[in-house]
C-alpha cells in the first residue's frame, strides 16, 4: 500500500493534500491512500498541459496517428497487467474486463484510422454575388487543453473514449478519474508515454470532487469532456462556466417488449443488459415495459435468465457478476429495493446483499413514487411493468427525465419506426438490449441525459472546432 498521487509531464508528483483510502470491493483490502489533489497541483498540470500543446501544435497528423497506433500496441502488450488492476479495483468479472481493455486498444486503432480522413470541406462562396472569385475551405483545429472526468464502470474504455480523439485532433489532456479507477489512469498514461507520446500531453490529477471541480474551471482549460451522473454534471458546468462541455449524464433506460417480440431472446438480452456488470453502466436495463397480453410469459422467461447468471470472483472467468464497486453504493440499492417495496411493489427475484456483492432483482408493481421507477439505479434491479397497448408503452418508456439508450422488441417494422420517431432517448435499439452499444455511431443523451456525442468520429468533431479560412486570390 502506497500513497496514489497525480501524475504530471511523465512522473508521480508528491504533494500533500487529504487522502481517503482506495479499499478493493473484491476482497476489502486496502489499494492506496489517494490523495486530493490541491488547487495549486491541479493548476500545475493544466499549465504543464497547455505548454505542452503549444510544443506540440506543429507536429503532423501522420505523428499524431503514430502516437496512437503505438499506443493501441502498448495497451494489448500490458493487458493482463491492466485486467487486473480492473478486477482488483472495481471488482469487474474477468470476462468483461479483458473486453474492456481489448475494446480500448481497437478504439484507439479505430481514432488512428479515422484520424487519416477527418478533414473540412471547400465551400461554394459564388452563391451570392459578394463570394464571386473567392474561396472558402474549413479545417478542424484544435481546442488546447481538455479536461476529462471520467467514472469507475469502465476505467479504461471511457478514459479512451475521451483521451484518444482529443488527442488524435490534436489537443492534450488532463484527467480526473473516479477515485477507483485512478490506479487504471494513471497507468494508461505511462503507456501513452512510453508509446512517444510527449510528456505533458496526458497528465492525470488525482482526487475526488474537489480536483475535479477545480479542473474545470482552470482558465487554460478550453473544453470539459464528462461522464457521470447528473448532480455531478451540473456541479462541473457551473465550475466550468462559460467553455465548450460535453456531457454523458444519467439514465433510467427503458427496454419495452411489445407482443410479437421473440420473448426468450429478449429475456436473455434485457438480463444481460441489466444485471452483467453489476448493472453498473449508463445504459444498463432498468425498467422493462412489457405488453399485458405476454407479461406472465415474458417475466418467467426473465426471471429464469437473471437466474442463471453467475454472481461470484470477479476473478473466476466463469462469473458474471462480480461485486458492486463499494460497500456504500451497495448498501444504497439495497435501500432503493426496500423503497421500492414499501411502496407496494413486489419482489418476482429478491436480491441478496453480501458485503458488496448484490444478487440480481426483479420487482413488480412498483409505484410512480418509487425512487426505483424515478432515479437511476446504476445497480443490479430491473423493474417490469405492464402496459396495456403501444401507446401506454411509449408514455412509460418517456416517463422519465433521462434519455440516453433505450431499446424495443418488435417484429413489426411500422411499430418500431414509431418508437424510432417518438421514444425519447439519444440512441435506440430495435430487437437489441439497451446495454448494446458500438463505437462507430453517435452516442449521448437527450434531456438529462447529456448533451454532446461519442463515438469515434462523433468525439473527435465535439472535440475539435471547424475553423473557416477566406481566400481572395490575387495576381
Known amino acids: 500500500m502506497g500513497k496514489i498521487q497525480s501524475y504530471i509531464h511523465g512522473a508521480t508528483v508528491d504533494h500533500a493534500g487529504n487522502t481517503l483510502p482506495l479499499v478493493s470491493p473484491v476482497d476489502a483490502s486496502v489499494v492506496g491512500e489517494l490523495v486530493d489533489a490541491p488547487d495549486e497541483i491541479v493548476t500545475q498540470a493544466v499549465q504543464d498541459t497547455a505548454q505542452a500543446f503549444q510544443a506540440a501544435r506543429g507536429i503532423a497528423a501522420a505523428d499524431r496517428i503514430g502516437w496512437l497506433h503505438k499506443a493501441a500496441e502498448t495497451i494489448e502488450g500490458h493487458a493482463g497487467e491492466l485486467i487486473e488492476l480492473i478486477i482488483h479495483d472495481i471488482g469487474k468479472p474477468r470476462r ?86 485512478t490506479r487504471v489512469a494513471i497507468k494508461v498514461a505511462e503507456l501513452f508515454l512510453k508509446a512517444g507520446l510527449p510528456a505533458g500531453m496526458f497528465n492525470v490529477v488525482t482526487g475526488d470532487r474537489g480536483p475535479a471541480l477545480a479542473l474545470a474551471g482552470a482558465r487554460e482549460v478550453a473544453v470539459v469532456t464528462f461522464t457521470g451522473g447528473t448532480k455531478a454534471g451540473e456541479a462541473l458546468i457551473r465550475a466550468a462556466g462559460a467553455r465548450k462541455f460535453v456531457a454523458e449524464l444519467g439514465s433510467n433506460a427503458a427496454n419495452i417488449v411489445l407482443d410479437d417480440a421473440d420473448l426468450g431472446d429478449a429475456a436473455t438480452r434485457i438480463a444481460a443488459a441489466g444485471f452483467e456488470a453489476s448493472g453498473q453502466q449508463c445504459v444498463s436495463a432498468q425498467r422493462v415495459i412489457v405488453a399485458a397480453g405476454v407479461y406472465d410469459d415474458f417475466l418467467s422467461h426473465f426471471v429464469k435468465a437473471a437466474g442463471a447468471l453467475r454472481a461470484g470472483d470477479p476473478a473466476d472467468p466463469r462469473t458474471d457478476l462480480g461485486p458492486m464497486v463499494s460497500l456504500a453504493q451497495a448498501g444504497r440499492v439495497m435501500a432503493m429495493a426496500r423503497d421500492a417495496i414499501a411502496r407496494g411493489g413486489r419482489y418476482a427475484l429478491e436480491p441478496r446483499q453480501d458485503k458488496c456483492m448484490v444478487t440480481p432483482g426483479i420487482l413488480v408493481d412498483v409505484p410512480r413514487s418509487a425512487s426505483l421507477w424515478r432515479d437511476e439505479v446504476f445497480g443490479p434491479l430491473v423493474v417490469v411493468e405492464r402496459a396495456t397497448d403501444v401507446d401506454e408503452a411509449l408514455r412509460l418508456g418517456n416517463d422519465t427525465p433521462f434519455g440516453l439508450q433505450g431499446a424495443v422488441f418488435t417484429r413489426d417494422i411500422a411499430r418500431a419506426l414509431r418508437f424510432a420517431d417518438e421514444f425519447d432517448v439519444g440512441s435506440m435499439w430495435i430487437n437489441e438490449a ?28 465535439e472535440l475539435s472546432q471547424l475553423k473557416f479560412i477566406g481566400i481572395r486570390p490575387v495576381a
Open 434 to 461: 439497451s446495454r448494446f452499444r458500438l463505437d462507430t455511431y453517435p452516442f449521448g443523451g437527450v434531456k438529462q441525459s447529456g448533451f454532446g456525442r461519442e463515438g469515434v468520429r462523433y468525439a473527435m468533431e
Open 96 to 181: 468483461a474486463a479483458t473486453f474492456e481493455v481489448g475494446r480500448a486498444a481497437q478504439f484507439v486503432r479505430a481514432t488512428a484510422a479515422q484520424a487519416q480522413t477527418f478533414g473540412g470541406e471547400c465551400l461554394p462562396l459564388d452563391v451570392t454575388q459578394a463570394g464571386a472569385g473567392r474561396i472558402g475551405i474549413t479545417r478542424h483545429v484544435p481546442y488546447g487543453v481538455v479536461a476529462a472526468i471520467t467514472p469507475f464502470n469502465a476505467p479504461i474504455n471511457l478514459l479512451i473514449q475521451k483521451v484518444a480523439p482529443a488527442l488524435a485532433v490534436g489537443n492534450a489532456v488532463v484527467v480526473k478519474p473516479h477515485p477507483s479507477g
